[in-house]
């Protein structure tokens, strides 16, 4: 009888220290968060699509960008005209924080000179300090 007591005492203690070590864990930060004492450069990061079709830039008369994340919409007038060479600003360090530090999917759609609709994805992520490019037609 003493040993059945002494085993089912082993048994109940074993479930609460199971119980306290698994509750009291601390959760891992967030990959999306950013440490408080990080040191940034001063530069101002804008990202550029390089849009071309057969070897030929794709001109756009206008054009934004949507987050597909948060459906944000984004425009770039403070860089017009527009130009010719088919390369758009898509992104900036102005958006920083609406984006996700592992990659957020971006939608470009733009209004060629005849009407037409274009529209590319791409993603594009950030390190903390600056946008990056993950994937997509990015000019360098």
Same mark, same amino acid.
């Given at each position: 009888m003493v040993i059945a007591v002494? +085993?089912?005492?082993?048994?109940?203690?074993?479930?609460?220290? =199971?119980?306290?070590t698994l509750f009291s864990c601390e959760e891992d930060s967030s990959p999306e968060d950013c440490p408080d004492d990080l040191i940034? +450069?001063?530069?101002?990061?804008?990202?550029?699509l390089n849009l071309e079709? $057969?070897?030929s830039p794709i001109i756009?008369? $206008?054009?934004?960008?949507?987050?597909? $994340?948060?459906?944000?919409?984004? +425009?770039?007038?403070?860089y017009a005209? =527009?130009?010719?060479?088919?390369v758009y600003p898509v992104i900036s360090d102005g958006q920083r924080n609406e984006i996700n530090r592992e990659g957020t999917r971006m939608k470009l759609i733009g209004t060629s000179p005849n009407g037409d609709v274009y529209e590319t994805e791409f993603i594009v992520g950030h390190d903390c300090c600056h946008v990056k490019p993950i994937s997509g037609a990015?000019? $360098?």
């Amino acid at each position: 009888m003493v040993i059945a007591v002494c +085993t089912s005492m082993k048994r109940i203690l074993l479930f609460y220290l =199971l119980a306290f070590t698994l509750f009291s864990c601390e959760e891992d930060s967030s990959p999306e968060d950013c440490p408080d004492d990080l040191i940034c +450069t001063a530069q101002f990061v804008v990202l550029s699509l390089n849009l071309e079709e $057969d070897g030929s830039p794709i001109i756009l008369r $206008d054009y934004e960008v949507l987050n597909l $994340d948060n459906n944000n919409r984004y +425009t770039f007038e403070e860089y017009a005209p =527009l130009p010719a060479n088919g390369v758009y600003p898509v992104i900036s360090d102005g958006q920083r924080n609406e984006i996700n530090r592992e990659g957020t999917r971006m939608k470009l759609i733009g209004t060629s000179p005849n009407g037409d609709v274009y529209e590319t994805e791409f993603i594009v992520g950030h390190d903390c300090c600056h946008v990056k490019p993950i994937s997509g037609a990015f000019y $360098d």
